[in-house]
């Protein structure tokens, strides 16, 4: 039997809970703002859940419920894993107290993207990985709400591993690496082999556009794939396959990328600056899968 990996002596504070209706989620919901409440040199708390979750928190706190953030969770949870992180990012840098200091209580939005597919629901469970380690730095306490209802129980089993304050906790680089074994889809026998040492932002914007990609879809996706490239350094090959939405390329490099943090972690300023080309392609693109082999490793790029 495997032993339970410790939980990372960090300042980020990852939570979680589950609940299976109405006052279960209260239960879960009312000590954390409570919590929170009392935390001194803290900005308000935020709760970002279902509508109904916020409805009903909001009449039990009464007139406190003017000194809590109530956030929809469709409002929040609007692209990929990806984008949720660069939210999550972007709030705490504007609205954090020092050092990151807020409370947060964070429900996933099932009945969108995080789950549409089983293959949504394994990058969700990334992020909640990867959190532990962009977040750790920041004294930012989380609490991730899990409605079993929806979410099921595979989901929120895997989810229980990505939590330090559960039993099973596992350190986030081996859950990322589990996800990361899953193989990919075979590239189809008709894929376009692209020219050149790596492809240009012209060829790719041209294929899309033919394979059905609208043109801003087109340019989005180009500039996405001419970014990753230069950040990954020298390439070995590069191919194109599949049409709109669902438009591929694949990058194979002559070096691992082997970093489970790659085009996670924001860029300092607003735009990403040379190097961080990862991070534009996974806020653009619905994936950015990333395989290490032996000599090198395959980075493919699904626009949609």
Known sequence: MTPRTSPPATPFDHRMAVFG????????????????????????????????????????????????????????????AANAIAQAAGYLAAHAGPGGRIHLLMEPEWGGRAGRTPREAAEWIRYEALANLLFAPLATTALCAYDARHAGPAVVAAARRAHPDTEVYEEPARLAAELDAVPLPPPPPDVERVPGPAPTAGHVRTWATVQGLARADAELFATAVVEAAAALGPLDSAALWGEAPACVCELRTVRRVEDPLAGFVPPPGVTPEPGQGLWFARQVCAYVDVRDERDGASVRLQYG
């Open 21 to 80: 209706g109405d006052e279960e989620f209260l239960a879960a919901a009312l000590p954390f703002v409570t919590e929170a409440l009392g935390a001194p040199g803290e900005p308000p708390p935020v709760v970002i859940a279902a509508p109904r979750n916020l409805d009903a928190l909001r009449d039990v706190l009464g007139p406190g419920a003017h000194g809590v953030g109530l956030v929809p969770h469709t409002e929040w949870y609007t692209g990929s």
